[in-house]
Nanobody
């Protein structure tokens, strides 16, 4: 599976962005898809994930109510809709694919990663 993230940019605090992650490969619908982010000088952290069955969604506490993850298996694409953005959301956002529905907030569960897209939120 190859992943291509897009949709990042510069936005003012309170604004919105929608990230997309396009996947190649026929097995897309069999993977849990996740979004992680990494700010300068910080560790990569979990943002959100969506399983292939259900699907079920999971969010890091600081983004609950502001971010929504969704997937379109027909289009092999996963989305991250972000509203009410804050300066602390500034980071490179990565999409990733995991062949499991367990412990999916851990980056080591993911075996495929996209190249990242920069999100910058100005105050």
């Amino acid at each position: 599976v190859q992943l291509q993230a897009s949709g990042g940019g510069l936005v003012q605090a309170g604004g919105s962005l929608r990230l997309s992650c396009a996947a190649s490969g026929r097995a897309f619908s069999s993977y849990t898809m996740g979004w992680f982010r990494q700010a300068p000088g910080k560790e990569r952290e979990f943002v959100a994930a969506i399983t292939w069955g259900g699907p079920k969604t999971y969010y890091e506490d600081s983004v609950k109510g502001r971010f929504t993850i969704s997937r379109d298996n027909a289009q092999n694409t996963v989305y991250l809709q972000m509203i009410s953005l804050k300066p602390e959301d500034t980071a490179v956002y990565y999409c990733a694919a995991a062949p499991t529905q367990y412990d999916i907030s851990y980056s080591n569960r993911y075996i495929y990663w996209g190249q990242g897209t920069q999100v910058t939120v100005s105050s």
